[in-house]
């Protein structure tokens, strides 16, 4: 999948946000709001809190390595940081427009034919 390798370009963080959206099928407020801490010490298990309670959800093998090398050894705080050590704000703008650009399919709207 393109967009699977054009964020593997982007950089660690943006490998892990789009496997865990793509291929594990999270919702980006589950992947936001995720801790270190809701992983399995394999980093293969995240715990994700759904409106039922909270899910244990096994991660693709991709995904798992991902997540532990953009960790690399971190256990506490937000699994995905921001620019200082807090929490990943929700992608804006810039990370809509990229992904699709490194992936080839350009960055604007979509428009109908």
Same mark, same amino acid.
């Given at each position: 999948?393109? +967009? ?11 490998? #892990? ?30 715990? #994700?809190? %759904? ?15 991902? #997540?532990?090398?953009?960790?690399? $050894?971190?256990?506490? $705080?937000? +699994? ?15 990370? %809509?427009?990229? +992904? ?14």
């Amino acid at each position: 999948m393109a +967009l699977l390798a054009a964020g593997r370009r982007l950089g660690a963080k943006t490998a #892990v946000l789009v496997d865990l959206l793509l291929v594990d099928g999270l919702k980006l407020g589950e992947v936001l709001a995720a801790n270190a801490e809701d992983l399995a010490e394999d980093d293969a298990t995240l715990t #994700v809190n %759904r409106r039922r309670g909270p899910v244990e959800l096994d991660l693709q093998d991709g995904t798992a390595l991902a #997540v532990a090398a953009y960790l690399d $050894g971190r256990r506490t $705080g937000p +699994l995905l940081l921001g620019d200082s050590p807090t929490r990943q704000p929700a992608p804006a703008d810039p990370l %809509r427009r990229r +992904l699709p650009a490194q992936a080839g399919g350009g960055g604007g709207r979509h428009r109908a034919a």
